[in-house]
C-alpha cells in the first residue's frame, strides 16, 4: 500500500544528493557518477530556466558531452543531466576566464552549477536550462561548494584555503574579486590537490564567490563522516509527508496515509511504523533545523517499496 506514497519523488532530490555526496571524493565525481535504481521513470517534459541565482545551489561534474547546439551532458545516460546553455549561463576556463560555447568539446571535463530547485525533466538522462556556472576543469580536480570563515578554514572545519599568487578569486559572472570577499559567502572550490591532515589543506586554483542572492539558508547542505546532511524537511517534501516537530521532545513525526516515522534530535536511529532501523548519521540541529543523512531518502524509499 505503500508504493503510491513515493510516485512524485523528485529525480531531482535524489540525483543531486548522490552528486553532492561524490564531491569529497574527486576520483568518483569525474566519469563514474552513481548509478541507481531509485529514480523515478517517467514521459519527458519541458524545461523551464529559472530566472536568478537561487538561495542554494549543486554542483554536478564529470565527463562533457556534447549533444546539440547550445546543449551538453554532463555525466552518463543514468545520472547525467543534459544542460541547455542559455545567455544567462556563465562559461569559464580553468583559469577562470570566461570563455564561449563554440569552444567547448567532448573532450572536456566540467562541473556545472545548478540551483536545488532546478526544473529537470523525468527523462534519462535529465535534461534542464537552469545552469548558472559552468567552469571547464581537469578530471581529478576537487569541486566543492563551501562556506569559509575570515580564517579561510570552511565552516565544518574540514578544508583550510591557503591562497597564492595564482590562485584566481572571482564571481560567479567572472568579475575579479579578493581575499576578503570570501568569508561567509558559498565558494566553489576548485583544487586539484588537497592534503590528507586535518583540516585538509589546499591551495586552490580557482575559487568563485557567490555574490548574488545566494547566501546559507535552512536549506543549506555539508559533509559529516562521509555523509551529505540534509534537512529532513527536504524528505518530507519529496516524498510529500506532512511534517510536526515536537519542541519539547525535540521529535519530528512524518506522516501520510497510513505511515508514520519519527526521528528523535541525536539519535541514528528512524522509527518506520514500528520497527527501528539505522540511520549513517545521528540527527542534529544546525542553524535551527533538524538534520539527517541524505541516505535516508534511500532507506525510506526501499521501506515504501515493501
Known sequence: MHKMIFKNLSKLTVTALITSALLVNPLFATEQLATTSLLPLGVAGTSISSDKMTDSSLVIQGALSL????????????????????????????????????????????????????????????????????IIKTPIAYAQIMQFDTTLLSTDKNLKLNLSASTVIISE???????????????????????????????????????ENHQATEYM????????????????????????????????????????????????????????????????????NLYVASSLIAKIQTLLNK
Do not use: C
Not at 575579479?176 to 585538509?200: E, F, G, H, W, Y
Not at 534530535?265 to 514500528?274: A, D
Open 221 to 288: 547542505h555539508y559533509n559529516k563522516n562521509q555523509h551529505v546532511m540534509i534537512p529532513i524537511r527536504e524528505i518530507a517534501q519529496t516524498f510529500g509527508f506532512n511534517l510536526k516537530w515536537d519542541g519539547h521532545s525535540k521529535k519530528v513525526t512524518l506522516t501520510k496515509g497510513t505511515v508514520t516515522i519519527t526521528i528523535n534530535t541525536g539519535s541514528n536511529k528512524m522509527k518506520f511504523q514500528q520497527s527501528l532501523h539505522q540511520m549513517d548519521n545521528a540527527s542534529e540541529i544546525t542553524k535551527g
Open 67 to 134: 549533444v546539440g547546439k547550445d546543449s551538453i551532458q554532463i555525466g552518463d545516460n543514468q545520472t547525467g543531466i543534459v544542460f541547455h546553455l542559455t545567455d544567462k549561463t556563465v562559461i569559464l576556463n580553468a583559469a577562470g576566464v570566461k570563455i564561449d560555447a563554440k569552444t567547448l568539446n567532448s573532450n572536456m571535463y566540467a562541473a556545472m552549477v545548478y540551483p536545488t530547485n532546478a526544473k529537470l525533466t523525468k527523462s534519462l538522462p535529465a535534461q534542464t536550462s537552469d545552469g548558472q556556472l559552468l
Open 173 to 211: 559572472k567572472g568579475e575579479k574579486l579578493a581575499a576578503k570577499d570570501i568569508p561567509n559567502k558559498n565558494v566553489l572550490v576548485i583544487s586539484t590537490i588537497q592534503t590528507l591532515s586535518i583540516p585538509a589543506q589546499t591551495n586552490p586554483e580557482v575559487l568563485i564567490i557567490f555574490t
